[in-house]
């Protein structure tokens, strides 16, 4: 079992700057990927960017944020984080991480609680 516990959330004027953390606990060892997604009420949970959690690091993003996200990770904290950039109203959703594990096969994925983001025009 892999437990996400997301800090870094608050409110924000459009154009600032906020920084999300993602510390994982328990059976870390398992995870392969880990990521971020966001939700808005009414609609389906998006990827925005996630990371491999390998000595490549390959990461992705969604075409809404990139150039103003950036996903990193501190494997000895066991900890990934998203800094985000240039905020827009429309980046207002709940955050939640996401942890990814291989290890038996399918991936089986693993999810924090959440944490709210919002942007003011």
């Known amino acids: 079992q892999v437990q996400l516990v997301e800090s870094g959330g608050g409110l924000v004027q459009a154009g600032g700057s906020l920084r999300l953390s993602c510390a994982a606990s328990?059976?870390?060892?398992?995870?392969?990927?880990m990521g971020w997604y966001r939700q808005t009420p009414g609609k389906q949970r998006e990827l925005v960017a996630t990371?491999?959690?390998?000595?490549?690091?390959?990461?992705r993003y969604a075409d809404s944020v990139k150039g103003r996200f950036t996903i990193s990770r501190d494997n000895a904290k066991n900890t990934v984080y998203l800094q985000m950039n240039s905020l827009k109203p429309e980046d207002t959703a709940v955050y939640y991480c996401?942890?990814?594990?291989?290890?038996?096969?399918?991936?089986?994925?693993?999810w924090g609680q959440g944490t709210q983001v919002t942007v003011s025009s």
């Open positions: 328990g059976s870390v060892f398992s995870i392969n990927a």
């Open positions: 990371i491999a959690i390998s000595s490549g690091g390959r990461t």
């Open positions: 996401n942890a990814l594990d291989y290890s038996l096969g399918p991936a089986l994925p693993y």
